[in-house]
T-cell receptor, first 118, second 110 residues
């Protein structure tokens, strides 16, 4: 079974703090994704990566950055947390391939990190 | 950007009732996906649809890919308490990204 784990289930930070959210997958997947989930807005893509050291902006990248130094790990970074970044953050991975994200790839999600910024 | 309109936003039903929800898009895509998110967990893929008109079942769940390729429907028959959660439709962008609907929150009362 695919397992996607996220470093924390709940996190409380203060405005202006630097925040790291970590995601690890154990299935040797090429592609990894970060989403945020807000009531009434569904899941929105922040950043994704289809290879080590590669990253692509999603639909709402402002205020975030990412790091993928190893294939199994994809980190989301909030350089200076703000209250409007209070949200549920979901990481996902998919198998992918040499050609980049495949149109038939299934994404597997982690349990989420609920971040509150005070 | 692309929008997926999902309705209804929430549903409160009694155990045993059938449920129907739908999703519409402003664009045409080649894949419709339906995910379920249990409370406190990440979404899990329920059903994937790949061609217009396709009707696919997974146990008590049935989903259809609309003929116009701009909509999809998910039906749940004879609901049970463990059906509680948020159901999301999603479209797969050619670059591999997923575009999600706004979700339908389902509550099932005994």
């Amino acid at each position: 079974d695919v397992k996607v784990t996220q470093s924390s289930r709940y996190l409380v930070k203060r405005t202006g703090e630097k925040v790291f959210l970590e995601c690890v997958q154990d299935m040797d997947h090429e592609n990894m994704f970060w989403y945020r989930q807000d009531p009434g807005l569904g899941l929105r893509l922040i950043y994704f990566s289809y290879d080590v050291k590669m990253k692509e902006k999603g639909d709402i990248p402002e205020g975030y950055s990412v790091s993928r130094e190893k294939k199994e790990r994809f980190s989301l970074i909030l350089e200076s947390a703000s209250t409007n970044q209070t949200s549920m953050y979901l990481c996902a991975s998919s198998q992918g391939g040499l050609a980049g994200p495949s149109s038939t790839d299934t994404q597997y999600f982690g349990p989420g990190t609920r971040l509150t910024v005070l | 950007g692309q929008q997926l309109n999902q309705s209804p936003q929430s549903m409160f039903i009694q155990e045993g009732e059938d449920v129907s929800m739908n999703c519409t898009s402003s664009s045409i895509f080649n894949t419709w996906l339906w995910y379920k998110q249990d409370p406190g967990e990440g979404p899990v893929l329920l059903i994937a649809l790949y061609k217009a008109g396709e009707l696919t079942s997974n146990g008590r769940l049935t989903a259809q890919f609309g003929i116009t390729r701009k909509d999809s429907f998910l039906n749940i028959s004879a609901s049970i308490p463990s059906d509680v959660g948020i159901y999301f439709c999603a479209e797969r962008h050619p670059a591999g990204k997923l575009i999600f609907g706004t979700g339908t929150r389902l509550q099932v009362f005994p």
